[in-house]
């Protein structure tokens, strides 16, 4: 006896599963001919061209006379609409929970507002002595992790910039970085190793380390951190936490659009 064919839900638009099928074959397989996408869907050719052009109408693939099909940024661009309605603080929360859980220090999320950074979101350590900034707060790029780990991160023309413009800084501490050779140096050792350190560079008693999070263009835009007392972050813990927040910003910059 034969199986019964499962009933379509009455819901379901068969047409659109297909349009969604061509999409997801030319996502997997680049440019492709007519005949490659209509002989993977499982469609006859005249009515996988009908689809096609109706998604070059909507600017959502191109057709060039050499390679083919491909799917253009359109898609992407709806994706990245999705992921910036969520906003970067929903998104990086779950993953700031994690390092909080594990080091037990204060993880902060910022962003670059000119030559400030700006503090989004925190999870705060349960220790009664610890790194302690409201949200919404501004501290100079210069001087602090978030904001290194950022600008060593943007286009070259922009840290060039920067380092320009570094005249007459405020030394916020013995430590504090305010020559545009040294911060070029620091700039440089920041890019090789994929993470920033502050050792008390803007508050007395207080280290942290930051890792940059890229969005879609490839360049910084925010940086978690983690920070703490001094005596409970000396470099070894510095320097294991900074390869820790590499994975993590990571998977953030994966969510939004970093392809790298």
């Not at 006896?1 to 969604?20: A, D, T, V, W």
């Not at 920067?162 to 440089?188: D, Q, R, V, Y």
Request: hydrophobic share 40%; with cysteine; net charge positive.
């Amino acid at each position: 006896m034969m199986p019964r064919r499962k009933k379509p839900n009455y819901y379901h638009i068969g047409s659109l599963e297909k349009g969604i099928n061509i999409l997801k074959i030319l996502a997997a397989g680049g440019a492709m001919s007519l005949e490659e996408i209509a002989t993977e869907a499982k469609m006859d050719r005249s009515g996988c061209h009908r689809y096609l052009l109706t998604f070059r109408d909507l600017g959502l693939l191109s057709k060039h006379a050499n390679s083919g099909y491909r799917l253009t940024t359109g898609l992407f661009e709806i994706a990245m609409m999705y992921i910036n309605r969520l906003g970067i603080r929903q998104i990086a929360r779950p993953f700031m929970e994690e390092l909080s859980s594990k080091y037990n220090e204060t993880v902060n999320l910022v962003v670059r507002n000119g030559d400030q950074v700006v503090f989004l979101n925190k999870v705060e350590s349960s220790h009664q002595y610890r790194m302690d900034i409201a949200v919404g707060t501004s501290h100079p790029i210069y001087c602090t992790a978030q904001g290194k780990a950022i600008i060593a991160f943007r286009p070259e023309n922009e840290r060039d910039a920067f380092c320009g413009h570094m005249k007459n800084l405020k030394a916020f501490s013995a430590k504090t970085i305010t020559t545009p050779k040294a911060f070029k140096e620091e700039i440089a050792a920041i890019r090789r190793q994929g993470f920033a350190i502050n050792q008390e560079e803007y508050f007395a008693g207080m280290s942290g380390v930051a890792a940059p999070v890229y969005d879609y263009t490839g360049f910084a835009v925010y940086s978690i951190s983690v920070a703490g007392p001094s005596e409970r972050m000396p470099m070894d813990m510095l320097l294991h936490t900074g390869e820790d927040l590499k994975r993590v910003c990571g998977k953030v910059s994966a969510i939004l659009g970093r392809t790298e």
